[in-house]
Each structure stands twice: as C-alpha cells, then as structure tokens.
C-alpha cells in the first residue's frame, strides 16, 4: 500500500494534463480579448466610412 501511494505521488501525467489545460485556457482568453478589441476598431472604421460616404451623395 505505502509503495502505491509512493508511486501515485510519484506520476506526473496528471500534472501534464492540468499544465496544458490551464495553458489552452490562457490562450484562449487572450484570444477572446484580441478578437473582441479588433471587432470593436472594426466597426468604428466601417461607421466612419458610412458617415463619409453619406455625406458624399447627393
């Protein structure tokens, strides 16, 4: 039993996987932001040019 537990303490597999959950995670937040400042800065380019467009015609 005690040389279960030694083994148990011993596995990193565990470790790797949380490791790399917690890393997927973070990139996917920064992803999230990044998409969510460039959708933002689009929309106000494409309002400027709608407002410049309207004021062009006639």
């Known amino acids: 039993m005690k040389n279960a537990i030694k083994q148990f303490l011993r596995e990193e597999d565990g470790v790797s996987a949380i490791e790399y ?3 997927a995670g973070l990139i996917s937040v920064a992803i999230i932001t990044t998409v969510g400042l ?3 800065n689009l929309n106000t380019v494409f309002s400027t040019i709608q407002t410049k467009l ?3 015609k006639p």
Do not use: K, N
Request: proline share 0%.
């Open 38 to 40: 460039i959708g933002t």
């Open 21 to 23: 959950g917690l890393l």
């Open 54 to 56: 309207a004021a062009v």
